[in-house]
Nanobody, 123 residues
Framework: QAQLVESGGDSVQSGGSLRLACTVS????????MAWFRQAPGKDREGVAG???????DYVDSVKGRFTISRDIAKNMLSLQMSSLKPEDTAMYYC?????????????????WGQGTQVTVSS
């Protein structure tokens, strides 16, 4: 049974850094497209960063240069390194897996989700 478990969320000051991790079972981070999404209160879920099976990475414009998505194939884990955090990065962050090898950062392309981990950035 597929399972995605996120960890690493916390409360930090603006300008700080966090590293989120996602432990994956039932999918392969090397064979499936994986991604991080986030959802702030009252807003739609937004694709933040994606990692296709061929190693291609994709980011939403608002995090380019600040966030880095990575994968550990041996451990079957996905990570998101977040730096220069801003209050507008505050959201619940979700790890997501797609049955496709590559997919755009749209929620409809991802069929399995973790429970989320909360990131709060204060000014």
């Amino acid at each position: 049974q597929a399972q995605l478990v996120e960890s690493g969320g916390d409360s930090v000051q603006s300008g700080g850094s966090l590293r989120l991790a996602c432990t994956v079972s039932g999918y392969s981070v090397s064979k499936n497209c994986m991604a991080w999404f986030r959802q702030a209160p009252g807003k739609d879920r937004e694709g933040v960063a994606g990692f296709s099976s061929d190693g291609t990475r994709d980011y939403v414009d608002s995090v380019k240069g600040r966030f880095t998505i990575s994968r550990d194939i041996a451990k079957n884990m996905l990570s998101l390194q977040m730096s220069s955090l801003k209050p507008e990065d505050t959201a619940m962050y979700y790890c997501a897996a797609s049955s496709f090898k590559t997919a755009p950062l749209k929620a409809s392309f991802f069929g399995h989700w973790g429970q989320g981990t909360q990131v709060t950035v204060s000014s």
